[in-house]
C-alpha cells in the first residue's frame, strides 16, 4: 500500500498543527477546515477504512476521538454540538473528522480548499492541545 498523506505526517515527513498524540493514534488540525476547530483523529497503523482496524486500534482511535471532543467542547462552550463524520473518500487512511458546530448547515459545510491559514491553525491548536 501506497503511504498515505497520513502516514506522512505521522513520519513527521509533512508538518502537520498536532494537538495530541499518542502511541497509538495522532490529533491534528485540517488544514482544509470546514469549522473553525476542525481536527482529524488518526490511527498510526496505516488501513484505508474505519472498520477495517483491529479491535485494539479502532478503540483506540475512538478513545482518542472522545478525548478531543471533550478538550473542544470545553474550548468552544455550550452553544455547540460536537460533531463527528466517518467518510472515506479522499485518503485511504482510517480517520474521524471532529468539529464543532452550531447548526446542522455547520455539520454539512464542504471543507475550505483555500490556502491554509498556517497562522490561524496554529493559534487554534495551540488552544486545543493538551
Excluded: W
Amino acid at each position: 500500500m501506497e503511504l498515505s498523506i497520513f502516514t506522512r505526517i505521522i513520519r513527521g515527513e509533512i508538518p502537520s498543527h498536532k494537538i495530541y498524540e499518542d502511541d497509538n493514534t495522532l490529533a491534528f488540525m485540517n488544514i482544509h477546515p470546514s469549522q473553525p476547530g476542525h481536527v482529524l483523529v488518526v490511527p498510526k497503523k496505516q488501513v484505508a477504512y474505519v472498520h477495517e482496524l483491529e479491535q485494539a486500534d479502532y478503540q483506540a482511535l475512538m478513545a482518542t476521538v472522545q478525548k478531543v471532543a471533550k478538550r473542544q467542547a470545553e474550548v468552544f462552550g455550550s452553544d455547540y454540538k460536537i460533531c463527528l463524520k466517518v467518510m472515506g473518500f479522499d485518503v485511504a487512511h482510517a480517520h474521524v473528522h471532529v468539529l464543532p458546530c452550531k447548526t446542522s448547515a455547520d455539520f454539512a459545510a464542504t471543507e475550505d480548499m483555500s490556502e491554509p491559514d498556517h497562522e490561524a491553525l496554529a493559534a487554534m491548536a495551540a488552544k486545543l492541545a493538551f
